[in-house]
C-alpha cells in the first residue's frame, strides 16, 4: 500500500493519502475531496498571501468564508472570486490589504470593525461592494474604486473616519448613507 504527497484543496494543508483511495477526508478541516484534485493542487504554484499563511485563510471554492491570521500586510489569494458576509470582520491587525483582480464581489460586512485596516488595493474587477463593508474601518486612508464597481451598498463606508476622499465611477450606484458619519469627498469619474 503506498501513499501519495498532497494537499487539502480547501485548508492548504500538506497531507498524504492512500494511493488506491479516490474519495478522501481531510484530517485537519474534514472536506472530502477527489484524490486527483489533492494531488493536482499540491502541483500548483505558491499562492502570494502577502505576510499571511495561507492556512489563515478559510476558502470554499472560490469563496473566502474567513481570515483568521494576524498579520498586518494581506494579499488575499488570486484564485478567490467572492469574499463572503464578515470574513474579515473584527480583524484588529490587518493595515494593508490586496484585493486581486480575480475577486468581482466583496459580501456585507466583509471588512467591517477592521480599525487598523489603512490602506486596500481594489481588484480591478470589483462589481459589487455589500452593504457595511468596510463600516467602522476608522484607520482607512487609501482605497481605489475601479472601473468596474456598479455598486456601493448601503453603509459600506460609514464611520470611515478617516477616508477623506474617493474617486467612485459615474456609473456606479452608491447606496444610502454609504460614507455616512464621514468626511469623504466623493468625486465621480
Known amino acids: 500500500m503506498g501513499f ?19 474519495e478522501f477526508f481531510c484530517p485537519y478541516c474534514g472536506s472530502k475531496f477527489l484524490r486527483d484534485a489533492a494531488y493536482a493542487y499540491a502541483r500548483m504554484p505558491e499562492i502570494s ?5 495561507l492556512s489563515d ?21 488570486s484564485h478567490v472570486t467572492i469574499v463572503a458576509d464578515k470574513a474579515f470582520k473584527g480583524n484588529k491587525y490587518v493595515s494593508t490589504l490586496v484585493i486581486p483582480d480575480s475577486v468581482t464581489s466583496i459580501g456585507e460586512e466583509a471588512f467591517s470593525g477592521c480599525t487598523s485596516l489603512a490602506k486596500v488595493s481594489m481588484s480591478n474587477n470589483v462589481v459589487n461592494i455589500g452593504d457595511h463593508a468596510f463600516n467602522s474601518c ?8 475601479p472601473r468596474s464597481l456598479k455598486t ?4 459600506a463606508f460609514d464611520s470611515c473616519s478617516s ?27
Open 152 to 155: 456601493i451598498r448601503r453603509y
Open 4 to 22: 501519495i504527497d498532497a494537499k487539502c484543496p480547501a485548508c492548504a494543508k500538506a497531507i498524504e493519502i492512500p494511493a488506491e483511495t479516490t
Open 49 to 53: 498571501t502577502g505576510e499571511a499563511d
Open 138 to 145: 476608522k484607520s482607512l486612508q487609501d482605497i481605489n474604486f
Open 57 to 77: 485563510f478559510i476558502i470554499v471554492g472560490t469563496t473566502l468564508v474567513s481570515y483568521t491570521g494576524t498579520k498586518p500586510n494581506v494579499i488575499i489569494p
Open 163 to 189: 477616508l477623506t476622499a474617493a474617486l467612485i465611477p459615474s456609473s456606479c450606484e452608491i447606496g444610502s448613507f454609504a460614507f455616512d458619519d464621514s468626511q469623504t469627498q466623493i468625486t465621480r469619474i
